[in-house]
């Protein structure tokens, strides 16, 4: 069975320092992977996807990157956190075979300070 | 671009039976998702609609109108663990899954 991990579970970061959160999946070959954050109280919000190793796409502009060094590995990233980088965020996977159901992983809780 | 409401809030009582609507427009429609969120956790998938219908399983059953771009999700037999947000999430050809803002359903003994 496909299992999805997160870590860290928490994280309280000052502003301006470098953010680095992890996301791997377990059985199962090139999954969609995707990035979402859920501010407090609100809806989730899609801000990256990856078809592939190395194929990442934004959806909408910020100060985080994502990377996909490997098939089952994805990576969200900051060079510099701001104070509205705070929220939940949460990594999900999907089949390549269409984008069906996503499944999520347990998520980071992100204060930036 | 693809535009999704829900309730925000709904509250009902114990043993009840519930019912969260979500209405839809998007082009290219590829199914309809319900998931839960309890607070603080990881949102869990409940059903998938991609045909007009109703989809049972358990106490949870999912409703689609392809036609009318409207979906619900029914609770009987509410349990006070079933107090969580419920999200609908619209799937389209060409594009990823959107989320609509979620209802928080509240329910009291």
């Known amino acids: 069975s496909q299992t999805i991990h997160q870590w860290p579970a928490t994280l309280v970061q000052p502003v301006g320092s470098p953010l680095s959160l992890e996301c791997t999946v377990e059985g199962t070959s090139n999954p969609n992977l995707y990035w979402y954050r859920q501010a407090a109280g609100r809806g989730l919000q899609l801000l990256f996807y990856s078809v592939g190793i190395g194929q990442i796409s934004s959806e909408v502009p910020q100060n985080l990157s994502a990377s996909r060094p490997q098939d089952r590995q994805f990576i969200l990233s900051s060079k510099k956190l701001l104070l509205s980088d705070s929220g939940f965020y949460l990594c999900?996977?999907?089949?390549?075979?269409?984008?069906?159901?996503?499944?999520f992983g347990p998520g980071t809780r992100l204060l930036v300070l | 671009g693809q535009n999704i409401d829900q309730p925000t809030e709904m509250t009902a009582t114990e043993g009840a039976i519930v019912q969260i609507n979500c209405t839809y427009q998007?082009?290219?429609?590829?199914?309809l998702f319900w998931y839960q969120q309890h607070a603080g956790e990881a949102p869990t998938f409940l059903s998938y609609?991609?045909?007009?219908g109703l989809e049972e399983k358990g106490r949870f059953s999912s409703f689609l109108s392809r036609s009318k771009g409207y979906s619900y999700l029914l609770l009987k037999e509410l349990q006070m663990k079933d107090s969580a947000s419920y999200l609908c999430?619209?799937?389209?050809?060409?594009?990823?899954?959107?989320f609509g803002p979620g209802t928080r359903l509240s329910v009291l003994p």
């Open positions: 999900a996977w999907s089949p390549t075979s269409a984008k069906e159901t996503q499944y």
């Open positions: 999430a619209v799937g389209s050809y060409g594009q990823n899954f959107v």
């Open positions: 609609n991609v045909l007009d």
């Open positions: 998007t082009s290219g429609f590829n199914g």
